[in-house]
């Protein structure tokens, strides 16, 4: 039966709605199906091409991922009896027979990993990471690569929409009621000019609004160290101050600001999007006439500042609640831990973002962690 004329437009639309809500997997799968039902169907040829060069997500999120194939014979011999009646273009279907094979052999890390792919596929991100949870625990110890690209997948999964409750990064939000007479919040801090308005920030819904602005609330300058580090960003509006953070370490020091004006603080958090995983990353500033030739050595020293000593003390649920430190256990935990690094280099690698970093080596982190092992021969003062 020819498929309904709309049905290809409206997987379309229906992959544009993924991909606002941070699903790139369903996103694809719905364009893919579009062009199966109609193969001339430009505009998801044209959404595809989109996908496909959104340089500003992480690779593993623009991915083309395919099903693997059974190993051994008898393996071999169960699939073919499953799936030789099977459409598996059909998601739901190919999801129903690969549940089946999984069900029926507990070691058998294909079908789950084509299980998560189905799942991922069909939009249904939190089933899909604890499928590829199974999976990485089964694979782990005899194909590491399989295992991290598997997790570098489940990174991408736990911040789309319905995984929230798994997402590891998020905009932290404090809220307090603003008058009118309490002016512009740079007296919020002492000296005020640690608090400074931006430029052209307004959100569209603040335009026009009499009072409304967007600010920077910058930690205060140091002689030696790392480059300072914003704070937040505080967003007023009718009746409303908001103090915005991707870092979880500056949340006691914005909350006791606002707790000191003697108002209701309201916290609040939601996953960051996929191109603003490490935001929190990037939230240092240089000095002003500072030398160009020196912005690199800076910029990099902070990032290393970042991701060494600050980072890896946040608690993931991507690594069970530890932080990443307490994660190196077993090879599941090895590759769990080196598909998140992957995952922030990827991001670091982004066109806009690659110069900012100053060169930095993420194997740096993987020494720190214990991922790579130390060479005797190196002298320890030569050791990044």
């Given amino acids: 039966m020819p498929a309904d004329a709309d049905e290809p437009l409206a997987l379309v639309h229906r992959g544009w709605e993924h991909l606002r809500l ?18 001339g169907r430009e505009a998801a040829r044209q959404a595809l091409d989109v996908l496909a060069h959104a340089v500003e997500l992480p690779a593993a999120a623009r991915a083309s991922y395919r099903f693997r194939g059974p190993t051994g014979e008898g393996r071999r011999a169960r699939w073919d009896a499953v799936l030789r009646d099977r459409d598996l273009s059909v998601l739901v279907e190919a999801a129903a027979a690969f549940e089946g094979l999984a069900d029926a052999d507990a070691d058998d890390d294909a079908a789950r990993f084509n299980l998560a792919l189905c799942r991922a596929w069909l ?11 199974e999976f990485v625990n089964l694979s782990a110890g005899t194909d590491a690569e399989s295992a991290v690209s598997a997790w570098m997948l489940a990174e991408v999964l736990r911040h789309g929409a319905g995984a929230e409750a798994w997402a590891d990064d998020f905009d932290y939000r404090l809220s307090t009621p603003w008058r009118a007479e309490d002016g512009d919040p740079t007296a919020l801090t002492t000296p005020p000019a640690l608090i400074r308005p931006l430029a ?3 959100d569209p819904a603040l335009a026009g609004q009499a009072g409304a602005g967007v600010f920077e609330w910058i930690e ?12 937040a960003t505080l967003v007023l509006g009718p009746g409303t101050l908001r103090l915005s953070t991707p870092d979880p370490d500056h949340l006691p020091t914005l909350r006791a600001a606002l707790e ?18 490490d935001a929190a990353a990037w939230t240092f500033r240089f000095p002003t006439g500072l030398d160009d030739a020196d912005r690199p050595r800076l910029a990099m020293e902070a990032i290393a500042s970042y991701y060494e000593e600050r980072w890896i003390q946040h608690p993931r649920t991507g690594l069970g609640g530890r932080p990443f430190d307490a994660a190196v256990g077993d090879a599941a935990d090895r590759a769990r831990l080196e598909a998140v690094i992957r995952v922030r280099e990827q991001l670091a690698s982004r066109p806009r973002f690659a110069p900012l970093a100053g060169g930095y080596d993420f194997d740096r982190l993987r020494r ?17």
Wanted: proline content about 18%; glycine content about 6%; hydrophobic content about 40%.
């Fill in 220 to 231: 205060p300058p140091r002689a030696e160290g790392p480059l300072p580090r914003v704070l």
């Fill in 200 to 202: 052209n920030p307004l």
């Fill in 123 to 133: 939009g249904q991100n939190m089933e899909a990471i604890a499928t590829l949870d």
């Fill in 260 to 277: 000191a004006l003697g108002r209701p603080v309201e916290p609040t958090r939601a996953p960051l999007p996929l191109r603003l995983l």
């Fill in 22 to 39: 941070q699903r790139p997997l369903a996103a694809w799968a719905c364009w893919q199906q579009a062009l199966r039902l109609d193969p």
């Fill in 368 to 384: 720190r962690l214990g991922l790579i092992a130390e060479d005797p021969q190196t002298d320890p003062e030569d050791r990044p």
